[in-house]
Nanobody
Framework: QVQLVESGGGLVQAGGSMRLSCAAS????????MGWFRQAPGKEREFLAH????????SYADSVKGRFTISRDNAKNTVYLQMSSLKPEDTAVYYC????????????WGQGTQVTVSS
């Protein structure tokens, strides 16, 4: 059973940085793509970034390119989202998700972690 557990959210001032973690367990993730999403109140869920677990290839949404960095630690089975130059509009619940490389849909989701950026 795949389990994804996010941590690292909280309150930060605009312009600050924060790192989110996603601890993955339940299987070998070498054939998976891991993604980060967020959802702000009243808005749709937004894709932020993904990383191919085995090769490390990454992709980013334009809204966070250059400010957010996704990475993974194979030994810890953990995916990270390093966020910098945070803005109040980055305030949202952030979710980690996983899917098999060949599938277009993310099948596994964490419970989410709240990130609040104050102005």
């Amino acid at each position: 059973q795949v389990q994804l557990v996010e941590s690292g959210g909280g309150l930060v001032q605009a312009g600050g940085s924060m790192r989110l973690s996603c601890a993955a367990s339940g299987r070998t993730f070498s054939s998976y793509v891991m993604g980060w999403f967020r959802q702000a109140p009243g808005k749709e869920r937004e894709f932020l970034a993904h990383i191919v677990w085995s090769g490390g290839e990454t992709s980013y949404a334009d809204s966070v390119k250059g400010r957010f960095t996704i990475s993974r630690d194979n030994a810890k089975n953990t995916v990270y989202l390093q966020m910098s130059s945070l803005k109040p509009e980055d305030t949202a619940v952030y979710y980690c998700a996983g899917r098999v490389i060949s599938r277009g849909r993310y099948d596994y989701w964490g419970q989410g972690t709240q990130v609040t950026v104050s102005s």
